[in-house]
């Protein structure tokens, strides 16, 4: 299944906004906003169970930050994990300048994850496993061989 698909069939007939770029790679996350009857939800649909499983970790470190969006649902379908999230509304960067109360709630996130214990959210204990490794490995390699005529590597090397 494809995660578009899979979102349209979470959608149940509400609208789809994808908020990433359609891509061609492997592993790569997609994200989309679906708007139900009443309110929004964000789908994070992971191209691999080891990044949904990290991004898990992480989110179990940082569960007592009320500011961050709140996790509804997790799930896998056919070879897709996924998480759900409450919608944490449209905002960026960009818009914190002209919106003082947003940028504070920004900051007061920031400093909650910065006060959270760091522990928490070592991989070493946990989070990074043969499957991650193996995706990494091949998403680094990915990225090197379309620099690599910059750093000067040789393509054989690559393969």
């Known amino acids: 299944m494809q995660p578009k698909i899979l979102a349209e069939t979470m959608a149940d ?4 906004q994808e908020l990433t770029a359609s891509t061609p790679l492997v592993s790569a996350n997609q994200v989309f906003r679906i708007w139900r009857p009443g309110h929004s939800v964000v789908l994070k649909v992971y ?3 080891a990044r949904r499983r990290r991004e898990g970790h992480a989110l ?3 569960v007592k930050v009320d500011s961050l969006p709140r996790v509804l649902d ?3 379908e056919a070879s897709l994990s996924w998480i759900l999230f409450e919608d944490a509304g449209k905002w960026n960067l960009q818009s914190l ?3 003082p109360g947003l ?3 920004a900051g007061a996130i920031l400093a909650e994850i910065h006060a959270s214990d760091r522990s928490a959210f070592s991989n070493l204990s946990r989070g990074i496993d043969q499957e991650w ?5 091949t998403a680094t390699l990915r990225r090197l061989d379309r620099y690599r005529g910059r750093v000067g590597v ?3 090397i690559i393969q």
Request: proline letters at 4%; glycine letters at 22%.
């Open 60 to 62: 179990d470190a940082l």
């Open 97 to 99: 300048p002209e919106n």
């Open 47 to 49: 191209g691999s169970e």
């Open 13 to 16: 007939g509400g609208t789809l």
């Open 133 to 137: 490794i193996g995706v990494d490995y």
């Open 154 to 156: 040789r393509a054989d």
């Open 74 to 76: 997790t799930g896998g």
């Open 103 to 105: 940028a504070h709630r």
